[in-house]
C-alpha cells in the first residue's frame, strides 16, 4: 500500500500467486481527491483521469469531514473498506499488507480494529534504497520474464512506464518519476 495525503494517488495491491502458470497476478486499486483532480500535476500528465474513474480503475476518495463535499485529503477508510472487499470477493485471507510507514497511522488502527495484526500482518516499510533495492531488482526481472500479469490496467501500465532507476554508490536502486517529474505518477509501480 503506497498511500498519500492530497497531491498524489494512494495504491493498493493485491498480489496472487498462480501457481499453474508460474506467474504473479496483480490487482491495483488507485484513490485520488478532487484536489489532486484539479492540480497542475494531473493536468500536464496528460493522461484521461475521468475515463479511468469511469472505468473504475480509479476511485475518487470520499470526504473525511462530515458535510464536506469535496475531498480534500485521502480517506484511509476508503482503503480499509477495500481491502475487505476484496478479501469477501476473492475469498482470501490477506497474509502480509507491507504500508509506506509515512502518513499511514488511521489506515493502520483501522485495519487492527479489523482484526489484522501489527508487526506480523501489518508491514511497515519505509521507502528508500535498503527496502526498495532487491525488490526493485525482482520485479524488473519478473516483468522481463513476463511473469507479473497486471490484467492490462492501464493506469498500472502508465505508472510502470514512468519509473527511473536510480542508484546510490553502493549499486543499490530503487525508483524515481520520470524525470523527476511530479506528473509522472509511479504509486502503482
Not at 510507514?101 to 489506515?107: D, F
Not at 513476463?146 to 553502493?170: A, C, F, G, H
Request: with cysteine; net charge neutral; hydrophobic share 35%.
Amino acid at each position: 500500500c503506497d498511500l498519500s495525503r492530497t497531491n498524489d494517488l494512494t495504491a493498493f495491491t493485491t498480489m496472487l500467486f498462480d501457481n499453474e502458470r508460474s506467474v504473479f497476478v496483480v490487482q491495483t486499486m488507485y484513490w485520488v481527491t478532487d484536489d489532486f483532480l484539479e492540480s497542475s500535476a494531473a493536468q500536464a500528465s496528460h493522461v484521461p483521469w475521468d475515463a479511468w474513474i469511469e472505468r473504475k480503475l480509479i476511485r475518487k476518495s470520499t470526504s473525511i469531514s462530515p458535510g464536506d463535499r469535496k475531498s480534500h485529503a485521502i480517506n484511509p477508510m476508503d482503503v480499509a473498506n477495500y481491502i475487505e472487499e476484496m478479501r469477501e470477493k476473492l475469498d482470501i485471507t490477506y497474509v502480509k499488507i507491507h504500508y509506506d510507514a509515512w502518513s499511514s497511522p488511521m489506515l493502520i488502527d483501522e485495519l487492527e480494529r479489523r482484526g489484522y495484526m501489527r508487526d506480523t500482518t501489518l508491514i511497515p516499510t519505509r521507502q528508500g534504497f535498503k527496502t526498495f533495492s532487491i525488490p526493485m531488482q525482482k520485479l524488473e526481472q519478473l516483468l522481463k520474464e513476463k511473469r507479473i500479469v497486471y490484467q492490462k490496467n492501464p493506469v498500472t501500465r502508465w505508472m510502470l512506464s514512468n519509473v527511473e532507476k536510480i542508484t546510490d554508490v553502493n549499486g543499490n536502486v530503487m525508483p524515481q518519476k520520470l524525470g523527476n517529474k511530479t506528473e509522472n505518477k509511479i504509486d502503482g509501480a
